[in-house]
């Protein structure tokens, strides 16, 4: 069967910010057009993705980073269990704060085991030194691709840190004042919102804000709030998201929810398996088109391993003798969704 994967283009930006000096409005269009072509999915038995790159975009053309007072630069601290080589330590505590995260995020997605009690135990003296780069940003939407889900904590936490996201209510108000009143920071107010609800700020709240956002008649504000509900990663996130993949008018934003329920974003592996029989179900929705309906076959095989086609009975079959979790195979790498 041919290989139909193309590279999916962004829904038109229609907002732009009033603020002249604001750098949002370029990055998200860049990074919309990031997260499209990662949402690109195959529609033949195999599902397979390749990764994408893509160079460095010109965020900031136009626009000024805002200054910070300067500060002295905060020494690393050791995290006492680390078992990352002395000289490597020392050669990162030399960096500035900026370039000792990079540095250590970037550590942390080859070799996660030697950096992520680095991260941990310096998140806090980082904060006010960290700005939200282009190349922290890569960074960070790299970690999040990881498939270790503390790499993708991690990412979560240096990303609130940089852009001055405490796990506090009055950050949650902040984001959503943005969401609210600023359609030019509205986007990754968004992501960023289900972030914060994912490391514990008030996860019920953000949920409603999130599906609220998610019927949005503005296609962009409606793919960013699919993405905020797979950064929230908990368990009532999952019914949206099915909801978004099985009714979505855009085949954007239902190929994207489909990806975050299976692959992308802050679910557990555990939580993943629980949409298995939702999936299920939606085999047997008439009104799903022949697209739709291959995304929750895409889905299935990548949350479970399996490989049965577009057989609704194999997979029903399969599903009664394979429903715990300790008898699911583990999912290759890069078996569908980037």
Do not use: C
Not at 141 to 156: G, I, K, M, S
Not at 161 to 166: E, G, P
């Amino acid at each position: 069967m041919d290989d139909i994967t193309g590279a999916l283009q962004p829904a038109p930006l229609t907002e732009q910010a009033t603020n002249r000096h604001s750098r949002t409005p370029n990055r998200l269009r860049r990074s919309a057009a990031f997260f499209l072509l990662l949402a690109g999915l195959s529609t033949f038995a195999g599902y397979q993705i390749a990764r994408l790159e893509i160079s460095r975009p010109n965020w900031l053309h136009g626009s000024q980073l805002p200054t910070r007072s300067a500060q002295a630069s905060p020494a690393l601290v050791p995290a006492s269990d680390l078992s990352v080589a002395n000289a490597e330590v020392e050669a990162i505590s030399h960096l500035a704060p900026q370039q000792q995260a990079e540095r250590l995020l970037q550590l942390a997605i080859q070799r996660p085991d030697q950096s992520l009690g680095l991260i941990d135990k310096n998140l806090d003296s980082w904060r006010g030194h960290l700005e939200d780069t282009d190349q922290l940003f890569h960074i960070v939407l790299a970690a999040l691709d990881a498939n270790d889900p503390r790499v993708r904590v991690a990412a979560v936490e240096i990303d609130l840190v940089a852009n001055n996201l405490r796990k506090s209510q009055q950050s949650l108000e902040k984001l959503r004042n943005q969401i609210q009143h600023d359609p030019g920071s509205r986007s990754l107010a968004l992501w960023r919102l289900g972030a914060l609800g994912n490391r514990g700020v008030a996860p019920a709240k953000v949920l409603a804000l999130l599906v609220r956002y998610s019927h949005d008649p503005n296609q962009l504000t409606r793919f960013w709030a699919v993405e905020g509900l797979a950064m929230l990663g908990t368990e009532e996130s999952i019914d949206p998201l099915l909801s978004i993949l099985a009714h979505d008018p855009a085949k954007q934003i239902r190929e994207r929810a489909a990806t975050n329920i299976a692959r992308s974003g802050m679910l557990t592996s555990e939580q993943r398996l629980a949409a298995v029989p939702q999936l299920l179900n939606l085999l047997d929705d008439d009104s799903l088109d022949a697209e739709t309906q291959n995304l929750v076959y895409a889905s299935l095989q990548v949350i479970t391993g399996a490989s049965l086609g577009k057989n609704p009975e194999a997979w029903r079959e399969w599903w009664a003798h394979h429903d715990q979790p300790e008898k699911i195979h583990r999912v290759p790498k890069n078996l569908l969704f980037a």
